[in-house]
């Protein structure tokens, strides 16, 4: 049986859930309160982070890292073009949303209006927050931009780059905080994605104390 240690609103642990989704692989999830810093979960991953996934026989850390080793031993469906400059264009994507997207916004949104109240750290800094909301505008018109060019993020089919952009956007609209009517094309986009299969169990997804949206679990939005 495959397991993974996650969170429910962790990008990083998302991606990962819909890329063993898509490959149709069933997964046992274990929620872990990585903060809390556990020596049975610390022996897992010594770096104290989501997602760690126990797989094979191994146990592994590092999301993009677990995505492309899932991809590797389960090549269908693809979520990997062939062509190494198409597999470039993927991993800068997917380096793009899990760095400097998650830095510029994520972190500081969910960090602040939900991580600090699940962790019992205070109030949330409304300028931490409000900086987090106006950067989302630029990555948004950078995603419009694209998809003017291309039908998916990184070319004319999806790819783990698109779980990537999906994971983080998917964490905020749990929260209500996108703006989808900024850019037609990524409202269109996450329609796409949000309707798979392989997200199902996202909109299923419950923060105690912390209802989600109420359009979030909405497939037509």
Not at 4 to 28: N, Q
Not at 119 to 127: A, C, F, I, L, W
Request: proline share 6%; charged share 30%.
């Amino acid at each position: 049986m495959i397991r993974l240690y996650h969170v429910a609103l962790s990008p990083f642990c998302r991606k990962v859930r819909l890329t063993l989704a898509e490959k149709k692989l069933e997964v046992e999830l274990v929620e872990e309160r990585y903060w809390e810093q556990q020596p049975d979960f610390l022996r897992r991953n010594p770096a104290g982070k989501v997602p760690v996934l126990k797989m094979d026989g191994m146990v592994m850390a590092e999301s993009q890292a677990i995505c492309e080793y899932i991809e590797e031993t389960h090549p269908e469906a693809p979520l990997m073009p062939r062509d190494p400059a198409a597999r470039y264009e993927v991993r800068r994507l997917c380096a793009w949303f899990d760095d400097k997207f998650n830095d510029e916004v994520t972190a500081k949104v969910m960090g602040e209006r939900v991580w600090k109240k699940v962790r019992k750290e205070g109030y949330p800094d409304s300028k931490t927050v409000k900086a987090g909301l106006s950067a989302i505008k630029y990555h948004l018109d950078y995603m419009g931009w694209l998809l003017d060019q291309r039908r998916w993020l990184a070319g004319d089919v999806m790819t783990l780059a698109d779980f990537a952009a999906a994971a983080h956007l998917s964490c905020l609209d749990y929260i209500s905080d996108v703006d989808w009517n900024r850019q037609e094309a990524v409202k269109d986009w996450y329609a796409k994605i949000k309707s798979r299969p392989a997200f199902r169990s996202l909109l299923a997804d419950q923060l105690p104390g912390m209802p989600p949206a109420p359009q979030y679990a909405e497939l037509d939005f």
